[in-house]
């Protein structure tokens, strides 16, 4: 069991997991991250196992697969023969954002006020 493992993920998984077969499968990217795990309002905590999850590494995996199919691996080229360099090159960007709304919330949700967030008092006349 993972240390940070939060049953309230499984909902996020099974999305992600949907999200990476109909991004290949089906060619449409449909799953928006960042809607996620704001409209969820995701702790940091939340947001670490997701990056720690299995479900959030296939995501990864499958970004460097493609690019290395996108590269000429001749091994990629065999697994990733039926889908097209161009929608090689979608499916890439879309996990590619997937994974990068995670990091980015996650930076975000650091302990502490924001940057710039100084609580400057208001001058009144």
Do not use: C, W
């Not at 460097?64 to 091994?75: I, R, V």
Request: proline share 5%.
């Amino acid at each position: 069991v993972m240390p940070n493992y939060d049953p309230a993920n499984e909902m996020l998984y099974s999305l992600m997991d949907r999200a990476l077969d109909t991004a290949v499968m089906e060619g449409k990217f449909l799953f928006s991250m960042e809607n996620y795990l704001k409209g969820h309002s995701y702790t940091r905590r939340q947001t670490t196992e997701l990056l720690e999850s299995s479900p959030f590494g296939e995501i990864t995996s499958t970004i460097d697969e493609l690019d290395g199919y996108l590269h000429g691996d001749k091994m990629l080229k065999e697994a990733y023969g039926h889908v097209t360099k161009p929608n090689a090159r979608k499916i890439l960007k879309y996990l590619t954002k997937i994974r990068d709304e995670a990091l980015t919330y996650h930076e975000s949700r650091k302990p502490g006020r924001p940057k710039g967030a100084k609580n400057k008092k208001k001058r009144t006349k």
